[in-house]
Every structure is written in C-alpha cells, then in structure tokens.
C-alpha cells in the first residue's frame, strides 16, 4: 500500500509564524504535490515537483515555499503565516509514467489554524 | 480561470438509487480524469479514473462516462450507499506539465 505521511494532523499558529508542514512518500514517486482545501473552493495547487530539487509553482504559490532535498520528501514552508493561510494542507505524490495508473495518492491533511 | 468545474455543490440521494456526480472541463491537454473521495478530516482517496480516448470506465458500482465533445463527465454510483456520503471531486491531469487540477467538490449524502 502507497503511504502519505504528514507530519502532523493539526497545527496552531500564531501570525508571522514559520511553519514547516513535511510529507514522506514510500512508494519511490517522482512526482509530489502541494494543495489546499478551502471551502467552496476545492482543491488548489500551490506547488509541485517532478524530480528531487525541482519544483514548480502551482495556481496559488504567493506566500509559500518548497524544498526537495530528497525524493521521498518535500516540505511545505510558510515563511511567515497570515490569518487567510488558515486551511486543510494536503500533499500527495504519484509516478511520473503514464497509464491508467497515473492516480495521485494523498496523505491525511493538516489542519493549519492561523490565529 | 477554472479548468474543471463541479456546478453542483451537493446533492442528495436516497438509499439504493443511482447518484450522479457532474463535472465539465476547458483544458482539451488533460489525458486523463479521476474521481476522488473525501471524508472530512481525511485525505481524498481515489475512485476510479478514465483516459481521455475512452468514453467509459466501470468499477463496481461506480461508472465514468466522458462525453469529449461537450468536454463534460459524469459519476455514477449505483446503488448508493449511506457510506457514500461524502465530498466528490474531479480531477482532469495532465502528462505534459505533470499536474491535477482539480474541481471544487460535490458533497453527496445518501439517506438511509
């Protein structure tokens, strides 16, 4: 079974914290994802990358970062967080090939409260 | 501007009748589309997807119809279960920029 793993499942921040949210993929995936989940809206991208130490922004990269360092990790940054970051965090990761197997698998969510 | 499109916010289903779930798209480079569920609290887990060059797809309970030239498709689960209930999203993905872009979500509840 393909595991998504992020590090925590709630957070509560204070405004113009930095916030590391890192997620761990086992399943050797060259693609992750960032996205948020807000009401109404859906799911957003923010950031992706296709290889260690790549990354391209997403649809709403303003007031992010990323890291890859390695391939089974990549790291969500919040430089210094503001009330409307407020919101479901959600990584995920799939392989690079094409197929019907192209299906992106998702870890838990963090619950990110800016306060 | 919004590539994929849910226009129904939520939907509700009795208990063994057939639910639809609608989605349309504007970007004609998506290669393939996918279904996912979502829980509150939870990560979403995927359902079932369909390559652009099909016009259906079926698992169990759950058909994909993708109608390419109204660049539109649809979710059927048959027969719904109250375990169904829950929020739908579609996904059109792209392999020439490796993205999912996804819709906003169809929340579903199936009454027992």
């Known amino acids: 079974d393909v595991k998504v793993t992020q590090s925590s499942r709630y957070l509560v921040k204070r405004t113009g914290e930095k916030v590391f949210l890192e997620c761990v993929q086992d399943m050797d995936h060259e693609n992750m994802f960032w996205y948020r989940q807000d009401p109404g809206l859906g799911l957003r991208l923010i950031y992706f990358?296709?290889?260690?130490?790549?990354?391209e922004k997403g649809d709403i990269p303003e007031g992010y970062s990323v890291s890859r360092e390695k391939k089974e990790r990549f790291s969500l940054i919040l430089e210094s967080t503001s009330t409307n970051q407020t919101s479901m965090y959600l990584c995920a990761s799939s392989y690079l090939g094409q197929g019907l197997n192209t299906e992106a698998f998702f870890g838990q969510g963090t619950r990110l409260t800016v306060v | 501007d919004q590539q994929v499109k849910q226009n129904s916010p939520s939907l509700s289903v009795q208990e063994g009748r057939i639910s639809i779930l609608n989605c349309d798209y504007t970007?004609?480079?998506?290669?393939?589309f996918l279904w996912y569920k979502k829980y509150p609290a939870e990560g979403p887990t995927f359902l079932i997807s369909i390559s652009s060059i099909k016009d259906k797809n079926e698992d169990g309970r759950f058909t994909v119809f993708l109608n390419k030239s109204a660049k539109h498709l649809s979710l059927h689960i048959v027969p719904s279960q109250p375990g169904d209930s829950a929020v739908y999203f579609c996904a059109g993905f792209d392999s020439g920029t490796y993205k999912y872009i996804f819709g906003t979500g169809t929340r579903l509840k199936v009454l027992a």
């Open positions: 990358s296709y290889d260690v130490k790549m990354k």
């Open positions: 970007n004609s480079m998506f290669d393939y």
